[in-house]
């Protein structure tokens, strides 16, 4: 089982990121997908979800409106569209599935 997650990186305050992470080695339409964060000092958080059949839920008040999370099952692949972006956004972003976790990808939102 592989996770690999993409598309971190700087972006100043109320710009956009699309992270992917791209699975192999399950039956990925089977399995719900989760992205969680983590930022310096704090305890790693669920972010949003979205089930195999394509029910999401997002956790945090403070991302309703901003972040979305999708799939696409023939490329294998779940995304998280981040909009508004604010700087206490800034942590390292992981996606989970099948009880396996990506390596995560940095995100830092700064001027």
């Known amino acids: 089982v592989r996770l690999v997650e993409s598309g971190g990186g700087l972006v100043q305050p109320g710009g956009s990121l699309r992270l992917s992470c791209t699975a192999s080695?399950?039956?990925?339409?089977?399995?719900?997908m989760s992205w969680y964060r983590q930022a310096p000092g704090k305890e790693r958080e669920l972010v949003a979800t979205?089930?195999?059949?394509?029910?999401?839920?997002n956790y945090l008040d403070s991302m309703k409106g901003r972040f979305t999370i999708s799939r696409d099952n023939a490329k294998n692949t779940v995304y998280l569209q981040m909009n508004s972006l604010k700087p206490e956004d800034t942590a390292v972003y992981y996606c989970?599935?099948?009880?396996?976790w990506g390596q995560g990808t940095q995100v830092t939102v700064s001027s």
């Open positions: 989970k599935g099948n009880f396996y």
């Open positions: 080695g399950f039956t990925f339409r089977s399995y719900a």
């Open positions: 979205i089930t195999s059949a394509g029910v999401t839920i």
